[in-house]
């Protein structure tokens, strides 16, 4: 038996790899991506710590090349999803009893093997089924998830370590426990780190979880879970259960042992299934926790006291990087009439240097888009672009996805601020610009702050101190994730804890304590040392 109390020191953020030419890293990732390009897995669920293969199989492609397969995996079918919330239920019963400790070392010890010896490998995953650069793998499938796993195991510990007072006589003590049931782990396909958050954090807090992953990143999604076995988890605390998320949220979500949900995606299916737990709220043994990331329309606004070319750079970083499919990623921009001309130029010469192609060329800054579904949307917006009196467009607009869903970087210049183009989430690599008159800074602020429903990221370049402070009053509501002078991509586990609101979500802010505080419930414990005898007060004396 032990009867000590760790104590898990404060983590440094694990540092970025840079898989420079020559490098024994760079070649032995450059292993690691050919094997995953040059073999197919099969992969099951996932349920109760068994295997299960459904026969129901759809295919793991290369967004770069379409036309190669990487894996094959089983989808769930209804038995699937009821069995997936009964073996849920099963393993609760352990795993909620199990000390803070046990669990935390569970996924520090996943942060080892990840940052560690499956470093390269894991990187090679993310390049292959994400179609992501090594930098942005590097950033995303190692680094943020790693924090994630050691910055969580810490914060778990300085939750647990507040307690109460206590009167004379008496002892105050907080039990924190998880919520009564299962959480539902819903995860996007552009961050492997997201991925491995959402179904890792609830679980470290003592609940257990089905997680459903995206169909595009299914494969990246098996290597994580894989991940979790190898570093200890206990059957049934997460389930992964890949497959279409009507029929799963059907059963799930109506089932009274509910008790949260954890989701990246779109806005339309968060408010679908909150609506769905709304209409069924009666039913639950208790009330779920939703938390929800929801997308956004994140601005870059300059004021004309900023360096063009510093605008120009965070620009084309902030908007194209892992081809815009970042939630934050820069999508509209305002720019004041006396900057436009020096700023565009900078853009347009930086942007006639970027490379596009697949990961395996580490001179590439762009890849491919995820799937075809959204070259077609991400496509079909240029399109409309391409016929409207009031766009212009000044770089890229062409898209080829006879071998891999390949977008140019666009840059499309409005006349109309309030048009769809600077209101509408795209999720690609389209940069969408409104030049303002100098004299109407403050104005134009407002017409920043109305003109999306999303507040997810947003940043503001400008070295006039008056201009900043003015920006960040009348910005203060429309961006969860605030930047002065640096693109509004990039958010750092601990550094910046990361959520927005309005139309992006509910802002519990991942990589801090207060989203792991939505996976607890909290219960006090007051023990009287010496219990009155008589019911009387003084005053009745």
């Not at 070259?375 to 009031?390: L, Q, T, V």
Request: proline fraction near 6%; charge should be negative; aromatic fraction near 10%.
């Amino acid at each position: 038996m032990y009867s000590g109390i760790p104590n898990i020191e404060k983590p440094q953020n694990e540092p970025i790899h840079d898989y420079i030419k020559g490098s024994a890293e760079r070649e032995d990732l450059s292993s690691h991506l050919k094997n995953i390009v040059d073999s197919e897995v099969e992969i099951p669920l996932v349920i109760g710590g068994k295997e299960i293969y459904t026969g129901k199989t759809s295919e793991c492609v290369l967004p770069h090349n379409h036309g190669k397969v990487i894996g094959k995996y089983h989808q769930a079918t209804e038995k699937e999803i009821a069995l997936a919330v009964s073996e849920s239920k099963k393993a609760w019963k352990t795993w909620s009893e199990i000390s803070w400790d046990e669990r935390a070392a569970i996924f520090l010890r996943a942060a080892d093997i990840l940052t560690g010896p499956k470093r390269n490998f894991f990187n090679a995953v993310a390049m292959a089924d994400l179609s992501k650069n090594v930098f942005q793998a590097e950033i995303d499938i190692v680094c943020e998830l790693a924090d994630f796993f050691r910055f969580n195991a810490h914060f778990m510990q300085e939750i647990i370590s507040v307690q109460p007072a206590s009167a004379p006589y008496t002892f105050n003590k907080l039990d924190y426990r998880p919520l009564e049931g299962f959480v539902f782990a819903v995860t996007p396909f552009n961050f492997a780190s997201i991925a491995g958050n959402l179904p890792s954090s609830p679980a470290m807090m003592g609940n257990t979880v089905i997680w459903k992953p995206a169909s595009s990143a299914v494969y990246t999604s098996w290597q994580l879970m894989k991940l979790f076995r190898e570093a200890g988890i206990p059957d049934g605390v997460i389930n992964f259960v890949p497959g279409p998320g009507r029929a799963m949220g059907e059963i799930i979500l109506k089932n009274p042992a509910l008790a949260g949900i954890h989701f990246t995606g779109s806005t339309p299916t968060f408010q679908s299934m909150w609506k769905t737990v709304g209409d069924n709220i009666a039913s639950y043994r208790s009330y779920p926790r939703i938390v929800g990331e929801t997308g956004g329309k994140d601005f870059v606004f300059v004021h004309e006291s900023a360096n063009p070319q510093v605008v120009a750079t965070a620009l084309l970083r902030g908007a194209f990087e892992f081809q815009g499919q970042k939630c934050s990623a820069a999508s509209r921009a305002y720019i004041p009439e006396s900057m436009w001309a020096s700023v565009k130029s900078a853009l347009l010469s930086d942007l006639s240097k970027v490379k596009m192609g697949e990961p395996d060329d580490f001179s590439n800054f762009m890849n491919a888009v995820i799937d075809e579904s959204s070259f077609n949307k991400i496509m079909g917006y240029i399109g409309r672009a391409k016929e409207d009196s009031e766009c212009t467009i000044h770089h890229g607009g062409k898209g080829d996805s006879s071998k891999g869903y390949f977008i140019e970087p666009t840059v499309i210049e409005v006349s109309n601020p309030n048009h769809l183009l600077m209101n509408e989430e795209i999720f690609g690599p389209v940069l969408t610009v409104f030049v303002y008159k100098n004299e109407h800074y403050a104005q134009t602020l407002d017409l920043c702050d109305q003109t999306s429903p999303y507040a997810l990221t947003g940043s503001i370049f400008a070295d006039e101190k008056e201009a900043r402070l003015t920006a960040i009053s009348k910005l203060r509501h429309c961006a969860g994730n605030f930047y002065i002078n640096d693109k509004p991509t990039g958010a750092v586990v601990n550094q910046q804890p990361f959520g927005g609101a309005r139309a992006s979500g509910t802002n519990d802010k991942a990589g801090s304590v207060y989203n792991l505080m939505r996976w607890l419930s909290l219960r006090n414990i007051k023990e009287n040392f010496t219990p009155p005898t008589d019911f009387g007060y003084p005053f009745m004396k």
